[in-house]
């Protein structure tokens, strides 16, 4: 099955996995294919079937004499579809080696493409319903183009899909294949469980969503109407409604059932699903901005809403795909957010981180260092005022917005791509701007709103400062090489070991205070 | 206009040609004559007695403010060309604009994904160009129009060679 032609000539970096090209399961087509197959039969077996169930004969009188060619044309397309698959299965290869994954697809049209590794975003393993039936999985591999996945290798078996994205991310990080032993295959990186979100807690956040709002005043406004017009026939006319809610719901369950979150040296893990389960991994640094979100009704349990951009996953929002993949915690308390907020920003850059944040997500006014709309402007905001904020860390621009759906965004300081500052004409009367962070396209959008005009400028200053300085601390795309290289007076690890990586784990508290930090990164913070 | 502006003091802004306005103004001109021309037709075909329905003061009133805010875009015209500035720094190129509507922008050098130049018809004809940088983030909406066509080479070469030497990941 194995194609193992041009192994012997990538000499540059041997191992088992390395430079050999691979195809993918051979069950695959048929299980991404499986509706034109079922389709195919639906077409052609139906009338007879339903003859058999009327109790007539298999093929009907008028039909007999036509039946062969019939049956001959329906082989024949059937022919024609598993020929083509069987052709997509054979022409469909992928590599990885010397710091690229390369795939190459398609018989008549041919595609070849190489990403390089340590520009890897994300890296997804998903397994639809059918999928996991047959034990396989699809790997989604994701760089910096806001669109479809850079390479998608569907279906390969579970275990093979793990070994690969270890692999993946091993490379990706920069720890090279051992000389000694090149056949050993890569270990996946260990990784603990940080939390996870109860089914009872899943249902209760879809109860109690905007959407159920809706749900009710909908059902209260159409009884009301039945009972004001007596007529209840146009009850009729909300089941296509209630069905489409239905199906939202259950999207919704079935996408956040039983999510787990696990940090591992290779960055977080997020697991959910109920029927098509997905495992996503976020590297270390690959997100570009965050934030944390309560609807007003949540407030009740205090529950929070976690949500990131990542440069692959792109702007898709809404329900679907995209909007789960860019969920970082469908529904946590104040904790769970605490805890994710450790494992995206390992170090606050504030002593106080926990304050800090908590302020960040429900305080008001200055609590927390935040420094508000002035109060001037309060006319421009007359509830939100005391809320909308910010306070930069060391690390991080913390963005504080909503007085009824609150939220919280922040924004490494190394992931900022330009700003702007923004001044209407009623603004400048009142003396205040508003800060605009352009990331990349997701469902956070931050921006800095009706700050005082000078201090929205000098924040503008200090911003541009900030970024640079943390753009020169980071050096290198490969996350453990730049561990490796920020701590040049320790020990260098070996290099053919994964260093330590239980280490980095048992010193990731949640917002655990961290040292001071070392004196390379207290760069030029005021320019 | 009295008003404070809202960039960073300290700033030595480069202003963009002069000529600029000639290309604001043609484009203006083809906005707003046909639309004021567009909304005049009712007028005189109601003064001709050929329609009856609009009222004779709606089918005055509608081009005429159509006419009113055309001309005090035209005047405003000049002041918003000389609004557009921008400045290099020795990590990022700054771009203002704007003078209701103020915006400053910062696009650290590197960041930059790409540098674009695009000239029009009568940008060539005067012997302009616009430039247009891109980030990783879509948000990065950040152009220079009107500068001079050496400039824009020149400011071109600069960038791209700024943002190599300071080339970041994401």
Known sequence: ?527 | MPTKAIDPPGITWLRVSPKYVTVRLVEWAIGNVIAVAVLSLPLILVLQGWWTWPPLWLAVTVPSLMLILAVWRLVLIPRQVRAIGYAERDDDLLIRGGIFFQRVMVVPYGRMQYVDIGVGPLERWLGLCTLKLHTASAGTNAQIPGLPESEGARLREQLSARGEARLAGL
Do not use: C
Request: glycine share 10%.
């Open chain 1, 1 to 527: 099955m194995k194609a193992a032609g041009d192994a012997g000539a990538a000499g540059v970096s041997p191992g088992n996995a390395d430079g050999e090209w691979l195809r993918v399961h051979p069950a695959s087509p048929f299980v991404r294919g499986w509706i034109a197959i079922a389709a195919i039969g639906y077409f052609f077996g139906r009338d007879i079937f339903e003859r058999l169930i009327q109790g007539g004969p298999l093929i009907d009188d008028r039909m007999a004499g036509r039946a062969p060619w019939l049956l001959a044309a329906g082989g024949v397309i059937l022919m024609l579809a598993i020929f083509g698959f069987i052709m997509t299965w054979y022409f469909t290869r992928y590599q990885v080696a010397e710091g690229y994954v390369r795939v190459k697809t398609g018989f008549l049209f041919r595609q070849q493409r190489q990403a390089r590794l340590d520009r890897v975003q994300a890296i997804d393993i998903v397994q639809p319903l059918l999928a996991r039936i047959f034990g396989l999985a699809e790997l989604r591999f994701e760089v910096a183009d806001a669109g479809e996945s850079a390479v998608r290798l569907a279906f390969l078996r579970m275990d093979d899909a793990r070994q690969l994205r270890a692999t993946i991310l091993a490379r990706a990080a920069g720890v090279q294949a051992d000389p000694e032993s090149p056949d050993a295959a890569v270990q996946e990186a260990p990784e603990q469980a940080v939390l996870s979100v109860p089914p009872s807690r899943l249902v209760g956040s879809l109860l109690l969503s905007e959407q159920s709002v809706f749900v009710l005043l909908g059902a209260v406004g159409s009884v009301l109407l039945s009972v004001l017009t007596g007529n209840g026939g146009f009850f009729l006319y909300l089941i296509p409604a209630a069905l489409g809610l239905a199906a939202a719901y259950w999207s919704s369950f079935n996408k956040g059932y039983n999510f787990t979150a696990a940090i591992s040296p290779d960055g977080i893990r997020l697991r959910y699903g109920l029927l098509d389960t997905q495992a996503q991994t976020l590297p270390p640094g690959r997100i570009q901005a965050l934030r944390v979100f309560q609807p007003p009704i949540w407030r009740i349990f205090g529950w929070y809403r976690m949500q990131v951009n990542v440069a692959g996953y792109g702007a898709v929002g809404g329900n679907g795909e995209g909007g789960s993949r860019t969920t970082l915690l469908p529904v946590g308390t104040l904790a769970d957010v605490m805890t994710m907020l450790s494992l995206v920003l390992p170090d606050p850059g504030t002593p106080d981180a926990a304050r800090v944040f908590t302020m960040g997500i429900n305080g008001s006014n200055n609590d927390g260092g935040f420094v508000t709309t002035p109060a001037r402007a309060r006319l421009l905001a007359p509830l939100a005022w005391r809320r909308n904020g910010y306070v930069a860390t060391e690390t991080a621009l913390l963005l504080r917005s909503g007085r009824w759906w609150r939220q919280l965004v922040v924004v490494p300081h190394q992931r900022t791509q330009s700003m702007a500052l923004h001044q209407g004409p009623i603004a400048r009367r009142f003396g205040v701007a508003d800060l605009v962070l352009h990331t990349t396209s997701g469902p956070v959008v931050p921006r800095l709103i009706q700050a005082d005009a000078d201090e929205a400028r000098a924040l503008f200053q200090e911003q541009a400062a900030r970024a640079r300085a943390a753009r020169k601390r980071q050096t290198s795309e490969q996350w453990l090489a730049q561990v490796a290289a920020e701590t040049p007076a320790a020990e260098p690890p070996a290099p053919n070991e994964f260093p330590a990586p239980n280490e980095p784990l048992a010193s990731r508290g949640p917002l655990a205070p961290r040292e001071p930090l070392a004196p390379s990164q207290d760069g030029p913070q005021n320019g």
